[in-house]
């Protein structure tokens, strides 16, 4: 059982490159989750897709965007990297949104310098 | 702003303590709350789920309750281990507040031999 998969789990940025965080999950879950998780703080929201097509912004999503064309996959893509989006990311899953636990990954470390 | 705390931030236990973990939150209008477990680089094992019309959840040496009221939620550990040492963290997700589960800061725990 992979469970959700991330890829790749570390990656060295200059500041404006780009890159694309991969997500996917077997589970057959229709709503994914990206949050990120810096030293001391809760993890933050960036966003969140309640099923393939459908995709909004949670509480921090300036400088990222995503997309969800299978049920499968929701790749997060940071399109001119800036040193503040230094973090962990962390993709999550589950079955529906009110009722269901969530299922994470575990997690890509990234640092723009 | 919906938040969630969590005291304390860390804490040391002789291996055999029972200890208790605390978790607070804003607004008793709650879908449910996730107990987390994260072990350094990596990503969050789910604990246990509590839905608003339950009191309490128990999976082997753990036990978390909920007090919507009083807007708590306490992770008991018996028989504390070395291999129990990660941080807590718990997650809320409330009625009227979108997709987002709110996570607290986490409590790191170690148990020592």
């Known amino acids: 059982n992979a469970g959700v998969t991330q890829t790749p789990k570390f990656r060295i940025l200059k500041i404006g490159q780009s890159m694309t965080l991969q997500c996917t999950q077997d589970m057959n879950h229709n709503y994914m989750y990206w949050y990120r998780q810096d030293p001391g703080m809760g993890l933050k929201l960036i966003y969140y897709s309640v099923g393939a097509g459908i995709t909004d912004k949670g509480e921090v999503p300036n400088g990222y965007n995503v997309s969800r064309s299978t049920t499968e996959d929701f790749p997060l893509r940071l399109e001119l990297a800036a040193p503040s989006q230094t973090s962990v990311y962390f993709c999550?899953?589950?079955?529906?949104?009110?009722?269901?636990?969530?299922?994470f990954g575990n997690g890509t470390r990234l640092t723009v310098t | 702003k919906q938040e969630v705390t969590q005291i304390p931030a860390a804490l040391s236990v002789p291996e055999g303590e029972n200890l208790v973990l605390n978790c607070s939150f804003t607004?008793?209008?709650?879908?449910?709350l996730q107990w987390f477990r994260q072990d350094p680089g990596k990503g969050l094992t789910s604990l246990l789920l509590i839905q608003s019309s339950q009191r309490e959840q128990t999976s082997g040496r753990l036990n978390a309750s909920l007090d919507k009221s009083s807007g708590r939620s306490t992770l008991y550990i018996a028989a504390s281990q070395p291999g129990d040492s990660a941080t807590y963290l718990c997650a809320v997700r409330w009625r009227n507040y979108g997709q987002n589960f709110v996570f607290g800061p986490g409590t790191r725990l170690s148990v020592l031999p």
């Open positions: 999550a899953s589950s079955y529906s949104g009110e009722i269901s636990p969530l299922h």
């Open positions: 607004d008793s209008a709650i879908y449910n």
